[in-house]
Structure formats: C-alpha cells, structure tokens
C-alpha cells in the first residue's frame, strides 16, 4: 500500500509531503529506508508521530484518510 503524508509545520507553515510504501505488518519505507532511519530530521519527526501508538496509519484501508494533530504538525495521511 502506498501512503501519501501531507505535513504543515503549525510553527512556520512549511509543508512536507512524502509517500510511504508498505504495510502496517512488515513496516513502511520511506524512498527504499525504513521510516525511523531517514535521513531527513522534519520527516523524521513526522514518521515518529505517525508511529505513536493509535496512529491510523496502521489501521487505515485503501481509499481511506485520516488526520493526526501533533504538537509540532498536522498530519494528513492517504492511502492508494
């Protein structure tokens, strides 16, 4: 399953956006590397947050979206 995350920085209104490629079973990758071992600090921190325990992304179903409030983001989450 692919996952789209749409990321604003409630701080500085900066977007990031990524996709994640897996399953809630074997895990997510972010471009080929597991989601907590990317290089990148912001999306780092955003995978941390989607990995938090009652996250949708380990629920949602294709098709489905989903939104996470985070102290530092909100979160938008779609999965194809």
């Given at each position: 399953?692919?996952?789209?995350?749409?990321?604003?920085?409630?701080?500085?209104?900066?977007?990031?956006?990524?996709?994640?490629?897996?399953?809630?079973?074997?895990?997510?990758?972010?471009d080929?590397?597991?989601?907590?071992?990317?290089?990148?600090?912001?999306?780092?921190?955003?995978?941390?947050?989607?990995?938090?325990?009652?996250?949708?992304?380990?629920?949602?179903?294709?098709?489905?979206?989903a939104?996470?409030?985070?102290?530092?983001?909100?979160?938008?989450?779609?999965?194809?």
């Amino acid at each position: 399953m692919i996952v789209n995350v749409k990321a604003t920085n409630k701080n500085n209104g900066e977007v990031i956006s990524y996709k994640l490629e897996g399953d809630s079973t074997a895990g997510f990758l972010c471009d080929g590397t597991h989601m907590q071992e990317v290089a990148d600090n912001k999306i780092r921190e955003v995978n941390n947050n989607l990995i938090l325990q009652g996250s949708p992304l380990y629920t949602i179903k294709s098709g489905e979206s989903a939104e996470i409030e985070a102290m530092t983001f909100d979160i938008e989450i779609n999965a194809e």
